[in-house]
């Protein structure tokens, strides 16, 4: 739902102790977000791209590692980049969609079908609270054949896999990454204040605002933070990790962000060495409307 946020722009943006040019920019891009978020209303498409080390995906030369990986030695293996499609607008939930698969977020609470199937309620602690090895990191089966029957062999245990695991294992995929997608308006409320070294850039698509994440906001959109909590609700090791990460805000003409691109990079984790790209292109301000079926909202208790 989209929050009211200009006062808090107004805190959470201000210059400390910023020289003068970080200071001017830092002032243009708190108007580009207001600007932005005042719009009540906006559409976005989210590409998201993850690269593991091949060592933490059953091998160095990547063929033991998970469907889409494309890396040899020890360079970063690619999984295959995953898009969605989002919707806001002011009083009602996030709308995100992939393919067929249709999501309304509110808070930690998600609602969900696949096509026309039935309406299903979750949310993130649940999601969390004991999670598939492959759920984050993209892969629905890893590696593997596919064999007669609509079965898969799993690439790490040799156990063939039924088709009904291979849904439901595609389908918890999508509603983690969904349930973790970084949602603009919120991005740009705590943008200045997640942010580092601004500077500004000019662009042949307009002003960029390039900076450098601060630690709490790059485990936050690394899911550094989240995998950390799950560890605690499971009651295994907390394994730190090291996260960076950068933002780049792009700001049109019309003087509201376009796009943004987020990239974190984490060291020491289960899987290894990580690099989470966001790329979130922003539309239809203002004009974006829809429909939020009743069914989802008794679900969600509104």
Same mark, same amino acid.
């Given at each position: 739902? +989209?929050?009211?946020?200009? #006062? ?20 243009? $891009?708190?108007?580009?977000? *207001? ?12 590409? =998201?791209?993850?690269? @593991?080390?091949?060592?933490a995906?059953?091998?160095?030369? &990547?063929?033991?590692?998970?469907? /889409? +990986? ?14 969605f499609?989002? *919707?806001?607008?002011? &009083? ?7 393919g067929?698969? *249709? ?6 609470s998600?609602v969900?079908?696949?096509?026309? /199937?039935?309406?299903? $309620? ?29 079965? =898969?062999?799993? &690439? ?14 595609? $389908? =918890? ?11 603009? @308006?919120?991005? +740009?409320?705590?943008?200045?204040? #997640? +942010?580092?070294?601004?500077? %500004? ?26 995998? %950390? ?10 394994? =730190? ?17 376009? %796009? ?7 060291? /020491? /984790?289960?899987?290894?060495? !990580? ?7 922003? !539309? ?9 079926p009743? *069914?989802?909202? %008794?679900?969600?208790?509104?």
């Amino acid at each position: 739902m +989209l929050p009211s946020i200009c #006062s808090s722009l107004l805190i959470a943006l201000a210059p400390q102790e910023a020289p003068p040019a970080a200071s001017a920019a830092l002032e243009e $891009l708190k108007g580009a977000c *207001e600007k932005t978020v005042a719009a009540k209303s906006y559409s976005f498409t989210t590409r =998201r791209e993850t690269s @593991h080390s091949p060592a933490a995906n059953g091998g160095g030369d &990547g063929a033991g590692a998970r469907g /889409g +990986l494309r890396a040899t030695g020890g360079a970063l293996a690619d999984e295959r980049p995953t898009e969605f499609k989002g *919707e806001v607008q002011e &009083g009602s939930p996030v709308r995100l969609t992939q393919g067929s698969f *249709e999501v309304f977020r509110q808070g930690s609470s998600l609602v969900y079908r696949s096509g026309d /199937g039935p309406w299903e $309620l979750t949310d993130s602690e649940t999601l969390w609270v004991a999670p598939d090895a492959d759920a984050e990191s993209g892969g629905s089966v890893k590696g593997g054949s596919l064999l007669g029957g609509g079965e =898969r062999q799993d &690439g790490d245990t040799g156990k063939k896999v039924s088709e009904k695991e291979i849904l439901r294992r595609g $389908l =918890r995929r999508s509603l983690v990454q969904m349930n973790g997608l970084p949602i603009p @308006h919120s991005c +740009l409320a705590k943008a200045a204040s #997640s +942010l580092s070294e601004v500077r %500004r850039e000019v662009t042949r698509e307009g002003a960029a605002f390039v900076g450098t994440l601060t630690v709490a906001a790059a485990e936050e959109l690394s899911g550094a933070a989240r995998l %950390r909590e799950a560890a605690t609700e499971n009651q295994k090791p907390d394994r =730190r990790v090291s996260v960076s990460g950068t933002m780049r805000v792009i700001v049109g003409a019309a003087g509201t962000v376009d %796009r943004l691109e987020i990239e974190t990079r984490s060291t /020491g /984790g289960v899987r290894g060495d !990580a690099i989470r790209r966001f790329t979130i292109t922003i !539309a239809g301000l203002g004009t974006t409307k829809y429909e939020v079926p009743d *069914e989802v909202l %008794r679900r969600l208790g509104n």
